[in-house]
């Protein structure tokens, strides 16, 4: 059996994507598996028949990768690959898709408004800023992107402008959402279970992508600092989220809890989360007893099975 890793990609998180990849690779090798590093460009059809893989591990972050683009590919070739299809891939990705879903099954979201990026510049900016800011700001992010690319904390209104120009850079689609003082949890799941939730304390400002991805900027806490009837609440939550979006294989379900009151609010679902060194998803499975090489080799098997047929080259 042969595994190949997919990575890289032309998103904004391409870097990231370089080192979850190989950092995959890595680990499936030393488990004795055959893997290899693709790195995925407009050639990737031709790629995979090229390297006659059997089976995909699909590291890509944004973009292709959790657009359902990459998975639509496989699903043609008949490539069995890791992780959610390409309809829950694609709902995850876009955060308004996600949020109707998660708000019409009752799941607790912070309240927002999307944006076309074409009328940012025509917008009653006052007008949302009223309704949104409940004297702490708002948070302005790209509607389908990751690892807090474009997304700025808006403390004062004459800033709001601003940020909308830096998100819309990134999509065609703008959320602000209202800024809510909070511990930030986020929660893995894995073989169906959620895992130990983890508590995440940035040593300055927020989680973005300086304190997410630099050693030494971000505390980790697990299990989270939250009490347990709301530890409770949230992993009830992560898994609803999950099975929403009907997302299967390894998934992360950010979420936030509110300061004040200890309310529970999901964010979104990352269908492909990173695998570095400072990612989340492996401190979860070490936190709960498992080992990464042998819930990785897992992914790959189950995918594997649940192909139909064989690949044909």
Request: with cysteine; net charge negative; aromatic share 6%.
């Amino acid at each position: 059996m042969k595994v190949g890793v997919l990575y890289g990609g032309i998103s904004p998180e391409r870097e990231v994507s370089l080192n979850s990849g190989k950092f995959v690779y890595e680990v499936l090798t030393q488990e004795g598996m055959d893997a290899v590093l693709i790195d995925v460009g407009r050639d990737i059809g031709r790629r995979l028949e090229e390297e006659r893989v059997d089976v995909v591990y699909v590291a890509l972050h944004g973009g292709w990768g959790e657009s359902g683009a990459i998975q639509g590919l496989l699903e043609i070739k008949g490539i069995p690959y890791t992780g959610s299809d390409l309809t829950s891939s694609a709902l995850a990705l876009h955060k308004e898709l996600s949020k109707r879903m998660f708000s019409a099954e009752g799941i607790p979201i912070p309240n927002h408004v999307c944006l076309p990026t074409e009328r940012i510049g025509h917008l009653d900016t006052m007008l949302i800023w009223e309704n949104l800011n409940r004297g702490n700001g708002v948070i302005v992010k790209p509607e389908d992107q990751g690892s807090t690319i474009g997304v700025t904390v808006v403390r004062e209104y004459e800033g709001l402008n601003a940020a909308l120009e830096v998100a819309g850079k990134y999509s065609k689609l703008v959320i602000v959402e209202e800024f809510i003082p909070s511990v930030e949890i986020t929660a893995a799941v894995v073989g169906g279970d959620v895992l130990p939730i983890i508590e995440i304390a940035p040593k300055r400002g927020i989680y973005d992508y300086t304190a997410k991805y630099t050693k030494g900027m971000t505390e980790y806490i697990i299990p989270a600092r939250i009490g347990n009837s709301t530890m409770e609440r949230a992993k009830v939550y992560a898994m609803q989220a999950y099975n929403v979006l009907g997302c299967r294989g390894i998934a992360r379900v950010d979420m936030l809890v509110s300061r004040n009151k200890g309310d529970v609010y999901v964010l979104e679902v990352n269908t492909s989360p990173g695998m570095t060194e400072t990612s989340l998803v492996p401190k979860a499975i070490k936190a709960a007893g498992l080992e990464i090489g042998k819930v990785l080799k897992r992914e790959v098997e189950e995918a594997l099975n649940m192909g139909v047929g064989s690949v044909e080259y």
